[in-house]
T-cell receptor
């Protein structure tokens, strides 16, 4: 079974530009989460989508947005890029969550390395 | 809001058992605890997940006390290839800062 794929793997942008990153989850997985990883802040949760609906959102400014399509593929967008947005952006997919008690074995993609100059 | 704390680094020798503890005092009732392994330039890899008591799979064990305010990842008989950074994740949103494990020959 193919794993989580993320495109592009590497990206260089300049301040003020906007960027769109793509994530294709494992076939059959309906939940997609995004994380930002930096040396200073570690792994930080951005948002989670399930069946095209955003269910959770981390503490990031509105410049960070995302969406999920009917085939569970997801994109995240960062507008008006800042130098501090340079990071590894990771996408993870999981099969499902069950009612009030969450059960989610997440599988991560290799990430997109974004450099803002 | 839950906050997690892990040791920054640990050293071990091949063949030893390694225990890494994560404290999460404000864990929510619904949150599961998951541990990941990460190598440089790769995404985190799932190791084990649990809610309470003990969970064991083919690569690790996870111990969670009744109050669920901490969890301990146990790696039996580590090898050089286990040198990596290990993260605990509480729920979906709160990652620990990671523990860098260095296994020596």
């Amino acid at each position: 079974k193919a794993g989580v794929t993320q495109t592009p793997r590497y990206l260089i942008k300049t301040r003020g530009q906007q960027v769109t990153l793509s994530c294709s989850p494992i076939s059959g997985h309906r939940s997609v989460s995004w994380y930002q990883q930096t040396p200073g802040q570690g792994l930080q949760f951005l948002f989670e989508y399930f069946s095209e609906t955003q269910r959770n959102k981390g503490n990031f400014p509105g410049r960070f947005s995302g969406r999920q399509f009917s085939n569970s593929r997801s994109e995240m967008n960062v507008s008006t890029l800042e130098l501090g947005d340079s990071a590894l952006y990771l996408c993870a997919s999981s099969l499902w969550t069950s009612g009030g008690a969450s059960i989610y074995e997440q599988y991560f993609g290799p990430g997109t390395r974004l450099t803002v100059t | 809001l839950a906050k997690t704390t892990q040791p920054i680094s640990m050293d071990s020798y091949e063949g030893q058992e390694v225990n890494i503890t994560c404290s999460h005092n404000n864990i929510a009732t619904n949150d599961y605890i998951t541990w990941y392994q990460q190598f440089p330039s790769q995404g985190p890899r799932f190791i084990i997940q649990g809610y309470k008591t003990k969970v064991t799979n083919e690569v690790a064990s996870l111990f969670i006390p009744a109050d669920r305010k901490s969890s301990t990842l146990s790696l039996p008989r580590v090898s050089l290839s286990d040198t990596a950074v290990y993260y605990c994740l509480v729920g979906l949103t709160i990652f620990g800062a990671g523990t860098r494990l260095f296994v020596k020959a």
